[in-house]
T-cell receptor
Framework: KQEVTQIPAALSVPEGENLVLNCSFTDSAIYNLQWFRQDPGKGLTSLLLIQSSQREQTSGRLNASLDKSSGRSTLYIAASQPGDSATYLC???????????FGAGTRLTVKP | EAQVTQNPRYLITVTGKKLTVTCSQNMNHEYMSWYRQDPGLGLRQIYYSMNVEVTDKGDVPEGYKVSRKEKRNFPLILESPSPNQTSLYFCATGRKMNTEAFFGQGTRLTVV
């Protein structure tokens, strides 16, 4: 079964810093790689989806990259803001397999 | 507006009293699923449905039932809730399995 790991578990940075969140997965036969944001007690919001044939996706200050061969994805957040404070989760579902497994998430705090 | 709507958002109930958490989506998605989220355990899938009248067990189905009589609705039924089912529950949908996932706002259930 797919195992997804996110490091670090928590991260605190001052406002304005650029930062990188990491996601690793054990099975590289993925259908896609999805990044989500979760605010406390709320549902998950889809941020970026990278198809298995793609290397990266960008949305505003967010850039996600995918390296299937090494089983890794990174989420880069540029010029962080206090409003970016949330937990970020990744999921790496496999082809033809109901296996949308999530990492435990990285809890990000951006201090003003 | 594309929505996944869960009801209720908060529920406190007593052991053994049957309850239903509803999930409705307006995106004509074929795939729907239920997750529970617990501290230290992350998101775990309870049940999923590939389409109308097609449901299957996820990782933690014990104590739960589901039905998919219509495409838009996927209720989660707890026939005899127990305290270990106290959790934050999420409904998620996708155009198909493993495509971009859309989550409801969550239902916080407490069983006393």
């Amino acid at each position: 079964k797919q195992e997804v790991t996110q490091i670090p578990a928590a991260l605190s940075v001052p406002e304005g810093e650029n930062l990188v969140l990491n996601c690793s997965f054990t099975d590289s036969a993925i259908y896609n790689l999805q990044w989500f944001r979760q605010d406390p007690g709320k549902g998950l919001t889809s941020l970026l989806l990278i198809q298995s044939s793609q290397r990266e996706q960008t949305s505003g200050r967010l850039n996600a990259s995918l390296d299937k061969s090494s089983g890794r994805s990174t989420l880069y957040i540029a010029a962080s803001q206090p409003g970016d404070s949330a937990t970020y989760l990744c999921a790496a579902p496999l082809y033809n397999n109901n296996d949308m497994r999530f990492g435990a998430g990285t809890r990000l705090t951006v201090k003003p | 507006e594309a929505q996944v709507t869960q009801n209720p958002r908060y529920l406190i109930t007593v052991t053994g009293k049957k309850l239903t958490v509803t999930c409705s989506q307006n995106m004509n998605h074929e795939y729907m699923s239920w997750y529970r989220q617990d501290p230290g355990l992350g998101l775990r899938q309870i049940y999923y449905s590939m389409n109308v009248e097609v449901t299957d067990k996820g990782d933690v189905p014990e104590g739960y039932k589901v039905s998919r009589k219509e495409k838009r609705n996927f209720p989660l039924i707890l026939e005899s809730p127990s305290p270990n089912q106290t959790s934050l529950y999420f409904c998620a949908t996708g155009r198909k399995m493993n495509t971009e996932a859309f989550f409801g706002q969550g239902t916080r259930l407490t069983v006393v």
